[in-house]
């Protein structure tokens, strides 16, 4: 079903940048320093694929439907997709502050690090639940036509990005998924 393979091969492309994010997180630890063009470029890929676009077929598109077909939302696993969608901008938002702030010379690197690793491990089990869970469970109750809806309502969130961004982001995370 596109419904969930779409947004599969979505995953594949955002834990490819997380692998390339914790390369880098792993060469602090060791004692190198940290690019601020490529926390910034992590950043706007994250608000840009992961949130704006994948989210967005997530919270437009996909889990309405599988709501209509009775997954729950509040108290069942779409809430708390739901729920790690924000904390992931939190997140995200605390990432770019603390690079603007070390750049300006008014924080450090550690800060940085440590709200990208927690954002890395949140959105890998975010991920992984999705895949999982979530999916599995949309694929038993989801009809044919749903699927059709729902692969519509996706290509217009993509359209809303504008012409040629999905292809940009997607180069944007090659790009950051290389090791270094
Ligand atoms: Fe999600
Ligand atoms: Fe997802």
Redesign the pocket.
């Known amino acids: 079903m596109r419904s969930t393979e779409e947004?599969v091969r979505?995953?594949e492309v955002i834990l490819g940048v997380l692998d390339g994010l914790e390369a880098r997180l792993r060469a602090v630890q060791s004692g190198g320093t940290l690019d601020p063009g490529y926390v910034r470029e992590a950043v706007a890929f994250s608000q840009g694929f992961v949130d704006r676009c994948?989210?967005g077929k997530?919270e437009r598109c996909l889990f309405p439907c599988l709501e209509r077909r009775g997954v729950p939302r509040e108290g069942g696993p779409i809430g708390v997709m739901l729920a790690e969608h924000e904390m992931g901008r939190q997140l995200v938002r605390g990432i770019a502050d603390a690079v603007d702030r070390y750049e300006a010379g008014r924080g450090d690197l550690g800060e940085v690090v440590d709200l990208a690793w927690k954002y890395v491990e949140l959105l890998r089990a975010?991920?992984a639940k999705?895949n999982e869970v979530l999916f599995p469970m949309g694929e038993a109750v989801l009809q044919a036509s749903d699927d059709a809806d729902v692969g519509r309502c996706y290509d217009g969130v993509e359209h809303q990005q504008g012409a040629g961004e999905h292809q940009r982001l997607t180069q944007l995370a090659e790009r950051l998924s290389r090791p270094s």
């Open positions: 947004l979505d995953h994948h989210h997530e975010h991920i999705e």
